[in-house]
């Protein structure tokens, strides 16, 4: 398929992504999906590649993870960025980049996007058997940072997952009374959405026969709010005062109006 014109003819990190359209069809789908902008892209990622980023979470320690366990939720989520394995620094590096911002920005229309190297709340999540996260809409900041969370991107990692196991993620209407639309957890399904006061979600218990949980992997997108102008004192360079600037020299202005080819040949025979 030929390529529209934008990020992705200029950029050859996102070759590492199977893109199954242009940027402005996924862009029409997320525009016009329901109950809110949301969009999922089937087997985006290299599929050894987010095998590798499920062993490094099994294999990851009790004291990496934070355990919430509220009457509303259930879920064992990362604890720092720094716990990150080799393939999830590897995939972090890709959808923290400035090619991918932009490919996002073409499909949701919000630009000046900036990732959190942090990823407070972001990262390896799991929701044990019979978890649970009840219909809720995300935070709207970045308490630590003070940035504006605008999209979260959710990549999940559940293979053979049936929706007799739950764990789908579902979509409510502005004010959280009916279920408009259901995300089934399979493996290298990705869904970007929007994140707004009326962009209601929540997981259903995963009930898994065997005792299986379901894994994910997250990432929020900010802004940093605002464009600040002047009046709030906000200004481009300023510079010294002249007074204080070093005195041309007649050498210095020589130089500067001289072509640098005759001025090198004029002072290699002064030498």
């Known amino acids: 398929m030929q390529n529209e014109p934008g990020i992705r003819d200029v950029s050859r990190l996102l070759d590492q992504l199977s893109i199954p359209e242009s940027s402005s069809g996924l862009a029409s789908r997320y525009r016009n999906s329901l109950p809110f902008p949301h969009l999922t892209i089937d087997n985006l990622f290299n599929p050894e590649q987010l095998t590798a980023l499920v062993q490094e979470m099994t294999q990851a320690r009790s004291s990496d993870w934070v355990h919430h366990n509220t009457q509303n ?9 720094a716990g990150l394995g080799p393939t999830g620094f590897q995939l ?13 920005s073409e ?20 929701i044990p058997p019979k978890g649970k996260f009840d ?20 990549i999940y990692l559940n293979r053979d997952w049936s929706p007799d196991y739950g764990g789908q993620l579902e979509l409510w209407n502005k004010d959280a009374t009916r279920k408009e ?6 493996f290298n399904r990705t869904l970007l959405m929007e994140i707004s006061e009326s962009s209601y979600h929540g997981i259903n218990p995963v009930v898994e026969p065997s005792g299986r949980s379901r894994y994910s992997f997250m990432i929020y997108y900010n802004t940093a709010g605002n464009i600040l102008g002047k009046e709030l004192g906000v ?23 001289t072509p640098p080819v005759f ?6 025979r002064m030498r």
């Open 235 to 257: 200004h481009s360079s300023i510079y010294a005062p002249a007074c204080y600037r070093p005195k041309p020299t007649v050498r210095s202005v020589v130089r500067k109006w």
């Open 135 to 154: 219909v809720h809409i995300d935070s709207n900041a970045d308490i630590t940072s003070g940035l504006i969370r605008r999209l979260a991107l959710i």
């Open 107 to 126: 499909i949701t229309g919000i630009w000046n996007l900036l990732p959190d190297p942090y990823m407070h709340g972001a990262g390896y999540s799991i």
């Open 263 to 268: 001025y090198d040949f004029v002072r290699q």
């Open 92 to 104: 972090v590096a890709l959808l923290h980049s400035a090619p991918f911002l932009y490919l996002l």
């Open 181 to 186: 639309a259901e995300i089934e957890p399979i």
């Open 73 to 81: 939720l259930e879920k064992l989520g990362q604890k720092s960025a």
